[in-house]
DNA sequence: AGATGTATACTTGTATACAAGTTAAAATTC
DNA sequence: GAATTTTAACTTGTATACAAGTATACATCT
């Protein structure tokens, strides 16, 4: 499985690098366990320590890895792991709307609504690497918009890793057959529904059920599931 | 103000320089909008762009920079992003919480009083570097406690953050005089106390409740409050 | 054989060099 | 004087070089 080549556009070596040991730790390529330097990683890429070196940094600070004195350990990502990530994602997305919901904002829900449009667009074309791309766009208009530089930027931290996992199981998914994926997108428009009641505690629950049923489609589609 | 040197024990050149731009940028005497040249810190710093590069990496992680085509951008830390910093810290306490209320654990709260202990007799040495380091200690215990891999990680990505937001604070509430610093010590106290009836909804509002306290001491204590 | 010392081949951390691109000011042209 | 081109001084991204430390395997000694 290669990095979608269109994610990487104007990204530095040290990113291009970064993006595709992420892929290749997050579906097991690169296992758990195993060590990384940055001189054998460098000579596979065909480039010097220094990009290495940053995309080491980069893998740390998403806990992919952990710097050590003597090379870098994959710490890699279970199945539990990406439970854990979504416990994250749900806290993220609950403490959001619970900023959100009160303003009515038609300019978002239009927005997402036509995010969904595209989604059913790759679905036709049959184009995970786009509906994954808009799959993470969806939740990520939705946590623009609370304004919340701390929480925005946590999320910009968890970003790639959630790209990550997305674009492998929606490829999964994309090879079970448009039920499945037509089940991601209802899900979607099911969220946008609730938000639009402007209830707080049905928002609450929705949000609530969305990363509950996400978990589901997870144990179906991630590798070690 | 310089950054305590115990705090770098064993720490790079990279992670040295990384804690004294932090320091600097959270203090308020590098401002906001500034723009940092690789070459001009390292300078400053004595040394080559490689350490201080690794640093600026730090920083854009925690999201006191933003690292641009020319220059790092400086965002800084205002009362306001400070105040957002202690939303995630009840995001990830609160939720800690959550998964730890109902395992007695007798250990913990143990270790937990023998921490304020510590607090008490850097509060009698007058020693604010120890008392916020072990104010730390309190909170990455519990957070700790929870045993989730990616709040754990979440917590680490800001803590250098906190541990100098505590340090600055910290010095003006013991310049501020006994009273101030004994409310800090009663707050955990309490914090423990209510730990110990393992009723979640009474912990829940302790730990409510402690954060909106510390807010009010931030006020009283931040530069810009 | 077992313990100890040593050589060697790794590792990262830091310094330096160079290429490519951006900005801003100065010089030139109209 | 104003607009445009050129130039010069910056910036980062990447490559390379060197220093210092660590693990491992091997040799030596008891």
Redesign the pocket.
Known sequence: MKFPSIWLQGA?????IASELRLQIISGTIKRGEI?????I?GEF?????????A?KTLSGEGLIQ??????VVMGLSLKDVEELYDVRYLIESFVQGHVFMNPQPELIQHLRQIVDRMELAAKHGDPIEFSYQDLTFHERIITEANHKRILHLWKSIRPIVITVMFITTKQVFSGGGTRVRHVMDKHLQLIGEMESLDEARIQTAVQRYFDDSRQTLHLSFPEG
Do not use: C, K
């Open positions: 530095s070596l040290g990113e291009a990384l330097s940055e001189n054998r460098a065909g480039t010097s320590r220094s990009p290495v070196r940053e080491m710097l050590e004195r003597m090379g870098a």
